[in-house]
């Protein structure tokens, strides 16, 4: 299978897009089967979805760390990991340090 280039894709559907051409005669045209013109409407017509990095970074930060009162047998996030802000009830006490994202 041929990797075609970004331009070539974006001539493609624009040429569809301007309503002149069926999708047999921009296939044509083009030189391309039908069936990928349609797969490249398609993906042109759905939302684009969120890499794999952005959807943890999302994630991450959703996520408040925890402070332990000192005591002996405290724990804190570096033992129970950060916690999904989702499952904080209530209100907070106060904001320790806020940092730049």
């Not at 030189?31 to 490249?40: G, H, P, T, Y």
């Not at 129970?80 to 209530?90: A, S, V």
Request: hydrophobic fraction near 35%.
């Amino acid at each position: 299978m041929q990797a075609y280039s970004v331009d070539l894709r974006q001539r493609v559907v624009a040429g569809y897009e301007k309503g002149f051409e069926t999708i047999l005669e921009v296939a044509e045209r083009f030189q391309l089967s039908d069936s990928f013109i349609q797969k490249l409407l398609r993906r042109k017509r759905q939302p684009a979805k969120a890499s794999v990095a952005q959807e943890k970074n999302e994630k991450e930060r959703a996520r408040a760390a925890q402070m332990g009162d000192n005591r002996d047998n405290s724990s804190d996030s570096r033992y129970w990991r950060t916690l999904d802000k989702e499952l904080i009830k209530g209100k907070y006490y106060m904001t320790y340090a806020k940092f730049k994202e």
